[in-house]
């Protein structure tokens, strides 16, 4: 016997009754995007690795353990991306694109890859959409992206969303702050997991995140990074929360939100559905002021956010997403001489708009009705011998059930006719 191959751990298939939903939600995502001036970006899934090391930060979990990445021929280190937002920067400091405008909007669509611990909206291969506004160091800019990646989730049906807002202040004020909280918690080291002994010395603020019981007992009495905030900091995040107010987007601010990159500075953001379970972030994303001049580029402000497509899909109603709205028409056709001219009849129909399933299985009129049933189509045409003699078609409603005799001649006008 063949072994039988199938996908490997933690990557899906996304199979026909799925994709429609998948198609659904990329249409919400270009059109939205598209209405606020964002215009789509498509890098490469494989980059130096290089890239990401320096974008991300090797000391976080996605370079340092989830990264898929080899030594490719040439002996250069090349890697599956993890994310896009490194990409997406490599491609604007590459293509000078700030020589085309002085702000970039940018969005994308795609999958990303980390090898992380499959499980319930956790895969190693999952997609992300996500938008990159590049140029801008103000607020407003802050509250536009926030604003687009919640009127995405609403228009896709999710309604349990909360944006969970924080600060993390300019690279001076993190500094400051990860001090004292290396010095707070020192004390307490010995009570401390293993995984947050070794984020002491590598990277303290992820120690805010943990779900160690005791380790958050001891969090409460930390000190808080809106200590830390220069009045720059302070007045760009009490800006963004004023814009977020007049644009009805409710929040609430999180001190201890703490996201797994090293690119970003001031404001941070996530929203979580509560429908999820664990993995309950839909979205995350901030501003990261010095990615691309760390990454070669001149030194210029931006802030964006991705979100997890697959969750996003899991968090919906199955109702809100899956709505059927082009009108279909199956062809029944139970005689082979009448196939040419229903087939020509089916490529006008679609022309105006109709989706048409056309019968290439030439199976009995019981089954072909059968399958008209099953793909929810709103007309069958019929045509059997008596219809071929009379150059007739049957066409029945299958939303209320009646049938009527047409001919054939003008069946394509009844269909131009009617308004959905
Ligand atoms: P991130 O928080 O690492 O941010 O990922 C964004 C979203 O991708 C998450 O909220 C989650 O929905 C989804 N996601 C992440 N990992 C997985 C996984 N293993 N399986 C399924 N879904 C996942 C970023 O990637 C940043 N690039 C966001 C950003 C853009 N910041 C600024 N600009």
């Given amino acids: 016997m063949v072994k ?14 799925n994709s429609r939903n998948w198609q659904n939600l990329e249409k919400i995502i270009h059109a939205s995007a598209s209405l ?187 000190p808080k990074i809106e200590d830390y905030y220069t009045k720059e900091d302070q007045d760009h995040f009490d800006q963004v929360k004023i814009f977020l107010k007049s644009m009805n987007i409710p929040f609430t601010v999180d001190p201890l939100l703490v996201r797994g990159l090293d690119y970003y500075t001031q404001t941070t953001f996530e929203i979580i559905s509560n429908d999820l379970g664990a993995q309950d972030a839909l979205l995350g994303g901030g501003r990261y002021d ?35 709205t082009t009108p279909t028409i199956y062809i029944v056709c139970v005689d082979k001489e009448a196939l040419g001219s229903l087939q020509k009849l089916s490529t006008n129909l679609r022309k105006i708009g109709y989706k048409v399933l056309f019968e290439t299985l030439r199976r009995s009129m019981r089954a072909q009705m059968r399958d008209a049933n099953k793909y929810n189509a709103d007309f069958a045409i019929i045509v059997g011998q008596q219809e071929l003699v009379n150059k007739t078609i049957q066409l029945k409603n299958l939303s209320v059930g009646n049938q009527e005799t047409i001919e054939l001649k003008n069946v394509f006008n009844y269909f131009k006719s009617l308004t959905f």
């Fill in 4 to 17: 039988q191959m199938r996908t490997i751990k933690g990557t899906h298939d996304i199979l026909p009754e």
């Fill in 36 to 222: 606020s001036g964002y215009s789509e970006i498509r890098t490469p899934i494989i980059e130096e690795a290089g890239l990401f090391n320096r974008g991300i930060g090797e000391n976080t979990d996605i370079v340092s353990k989830e990264m898929y990445s080899w030594t490719d021929r040439d002996n250069k280190t090349i890697a599956l991306r993890p994310e896009m937002t490194a990409s997406v920067v490599r491609s604007y400091i590459q293509h000078n694109l700030h020589n085309k405008s002085v702000l970039q909007r940018l969005y994308y669509i795609g999958p990303s890859f980390r090898r992380e611990r499959p499980q319930k909206g956790r895969q190693r291969q999952f997609h992300q959409f996500g938008v990159e506004a590049i140029g801008s160091a103000n607020p407003e800019q802050d509250a536009e992206v926030i604003a687009l990646g919640w009127e995405i989730l609403k228009k896709a049906g999710i309604n349990n969303l909360e944006l969970k807002l924080s600060s993390i202040g300019s690279k001076e004020c993190r500094n400051k702050y990860k001090n004292a909280l290396i010095n707070f918690l020192k004390p307490h080291v010995s009570k401390l997991s293993e995984t947050s002994k070794r984020r002491l010395g590598n990277n303290p603020l992820r120690i805010l995140d943990t779900k160690n019981k005791n380790e958050i007992q001891i969090i409460k009495s930390a």
């Fill in 290 to 324: 010095g990615l691309i001049k760390s990454l070669g580029g001149k030194d210029t402000p931006a802030i964006g956010f991705a979100a997890g497509m697959e969750r996003i899909l899991m968090a919906l109603d199955d109702t809100a997403i899956n709505k059927k």
